[in-house]
């Protein structure tokens, strides 16, 4: 895979996974457990999924 292709289709997922994850930070903050662990998970399939699909094409 080159890196090229990683520049320049990873970072609106990382941006999104970022997003997602500074909130569940915010849900932890205020108790909500439950959302956080699902916007964690959400934040790690925002990363998971571009990559796995680079991997397989790739």
Same mark, same amino acid.
């Given at each position: 895979? !080159?890196?090229?292709?990683?520049?320049?289709?990873?970072?609106?997922?990382?941006?999104?996974?970022?997003?997602? &994850?500074? #909130?569940?930070?915010?849900?932890?903050?205020? !108790?909500?457990?439950?959302? &956080?662990?699902?916007a #964690?998970?959400?934040? &790690?399939?925002?990363? &998971?999924?571009?990559?796995?699909?680079?991997?397989?094409s790739?």
């Amino acid at each position: 895979m !080159r890196l090229g292709v990683l520049l320049t289709t990873m970072p609106v997922p990382i941006a999104v996974a970022i997003y997602t &994850a500074s #909130f569940g930070l915010w849900l932890l903050r205020h !108790r909500n457990v439950r959302g &956080a662990v699902g916007a #964690f998970i959400l934040a &790690a399939g925002c990363i &998971a999924a571009p990559l796995l699909l680079l991997l397989i094409s790739g």
